[in-house]
């Protein structure tokens, strides 16, 4: 009970905290301490994001973003966790890929959006290959430490029970692993978000990410502000699910503690 009323006590003071937020914003716009042209207050977001949604354009426009967002993610996750339990299953691999590695991690994703441009053109090709490069990292890195973490005499004892390399996998590395791939794959749901945005903008391709950039051009400050706090909202509900997901999953050290 003591538990449960601390934290009711600390959403509230969350909830307490955006309304101050909201009524410093809405103040410096009525004051017009920045120019409305600059920074519309939150009437004028609201007006705006409610005009959008009803016209269906900033449906259509959260929709493309979201899905391409989600399959950007799935794509990097298979990929980065297929490849991270190979090699780390392998300490030979290890060994000959970690220079590798070493230096493709931190080339910023930005870095190869023209080699992606040049081969793929300004279409969905492209969009992918930047958003899958920059989600890699964090869930490949997270595999191999997973799977390389697992005590040497698991795997020693699997074998010598008949165990074949798939059931080694599915049974004691991949459950042993999960926390660190869960781990990963958080953090690259938010690159896969922020790269969304960015190749969108870059691309023309549908989306917030296109929506924001012209209504800014436009001088369009509420849609802008819109389009952010859809941004925001996406963002938030997609951790919010990715946690449901990581407890659901992880329950087992919850009830083993």
């Not at 230096?103 to 053109?121: E, K, M, N, Q, Y």
């Not at 869930?139 to 165990?163: C, D, K, Q, W």
């Not at 794959?185 to 917030?208: D, H, K, N, W, Y």
Request: glycine content about 10%; aromatic content about 8%; charged content about 10%.
């Amino acid at each position: 009970m003591t538990r449960y009323l601390s934290g009711l006590g600390w959403k509230t003071a969350s909830v307490l905290v955006w309304c101050a937020l909201l009524l410093l914003w809405q103040i410096v716009a009525d004051a017009a301490l920045v120019p409305r042209i600059f920074l519309p207050g939150p009437d004028a977001t609201w007006a705006a994001l409610m005009r959008g949604m009803e016209s269906g354009r900033m449906t259509g426009m959260l929709l493309a973003t979201t899905e391409r967002m989600l399959l950007g993610w799935l794509l990097a996750s298979l990929a980065g966790i297929a490849l991270g339990a190979v090699i780390g299953m392998s300490s030979t691999l290890r060994a000959y890929l970690e220079p590798t590695l070493e230096a493709l991690r931190p080339l910023p994703s930005s870095a190869i959006i023209p080699v992606a441009i040049a081969l793929f053109g300004l279409g969905n090709g492209m969009v992918y290959t930047v958003i899958c490069f920059g989600a890699l990292w964090p869930m490949l890195l997270s595999t191999i430490h997973g799977f390389s973490s697992v005590e040497r005499t698991l795997y020693e004892f699997a074998r010598s029970i008949g165990m074949s390399r798939m059931q080694i996998v599915m049974r004691i590395a991949l459950p042993s692993s999960m926390p660190e791939i869960l781990a990963g794959m958080r953090v690259s749901l938010t690159i896969t978000l922020i790269l969304t945005i960015v190749v969108e903008m870059l691309a023309g391709q549908p989306g917030l990410g296109t929506w924001i950039l012209l209504a800014g051009r436009a001088y369009r400050a509420p849609d802008v502000f819109a389009g952010i706090l859809l941004l925001g909202a996406l963002g938030y509900a997609s951790s919010l699910l990715f946690s449901i997901t990581d407890r659901f999953l992880l329950r087992w050290r919850r009830q083993t503690a």
